[in-house]
Structure formats: C-alpha cells, structure tokens
C-alpha cells in the first residue's frame, strides 16, 4: 500500500525560502509520477511541481525560476525546494502520486491525475 508523509511547512517571511519534504513508502520512483500541490482557502487544489521517473519535470508558471522539485530515490522521498516565497504562496502543500508505465511527453500537473495524496504540510508566508 503506497502512503505519502508530507513535512517541512512552516510559517516564513516573504522572500524567504522553505523546502518541504515527502516520504514515500510501497512505491518504487521508477514506476511513479509524484507532484507536490497546494491549496489555499477559497481556491481549488492547484498543482505546482511534478516529477517522473524517467526525468521528466513540469511546473506552474507561478513558481519557475523560484521552485525546484527533486527526488532522492535511496531515501524514498521528495522534495520541493522553495526560493523567494511570495504571500500568495500560503497554502497546505500535498504531495501525491500516481503509479505510470511510461514517461509523459511533460508530467501532468492536473489533481485528477493522481490518485494517492499525502496529509497534507501548511506554508505561511507573511510579508
């Protein structure tokens, strides 16, 4: 059974950075796609970062050139490096997975793709 541990939020100043982490157990990283998420109140669940297996990457435009989503497949987890946070980045951040055969031509950032979510990790950033 595959479990997703979000860890890592915080409550940071803008301009600051953060870098929460997810733990994977029951999946192997070369057979899953994974993506970090967030959602705030009042808005939907909106993707920020995805990652394959097979070293595809994708991002929402809000957060290129200030994200970097990685993963350490020794330790089974994943990251999402947070750089220059903005307020509008406040959100609970997920991670989520979703097993794959082959590589997307860019790793899907829609929430319905996925099907395995973690709990869920709280980023506030306040300027």
């Known amino acids: 059974q595959v479990q997703l541990a979000e860890s890592g939020g915080d409550s940071v100043q803008a301009g600051g950075s953060l870098r929460l982490s997810c733990v994977a157990s029951?999946?192997?990283?070369?057979?899953?796609?994974m993506g970090w998420f967030r959602e705030a109140p009042g808005k939907g669940r909106m993707g920020v970062a995805a990652?394959?297996?097979?070293?595809?990457?994708a991002y929402a435009d809000s957060v290129k050139g200030r994200f970097t989503v990685s993963t350490n497949f020794a330790e089974h987890t994943l990251y999402l490096q947070m750089n220059r946070l903005k307020d509008e980045d406040s959100a609970l951040y997920y991670c989520?997975?979703?097993?794959?055969?082959?590589?997307?031509?860019?790793?899907?950032?829609?929430?319905?793709?996925?099907?395995?979510w973690g709990h869920g990790t709280q980023v506030t950033v306040s300027s």
């Open positions: 989520a997975a979703k097993a794959i055969e082959r590589p997307y031509i860019q790793p899907p950032l829609g929430a319905d793709v996925y099907d395995t």
């Open positions: 029951g999946l192997s990283y070369s057979r899953y796609l």
């Open positions: 990652i394959d297996g097979f070293g595809g990457i």
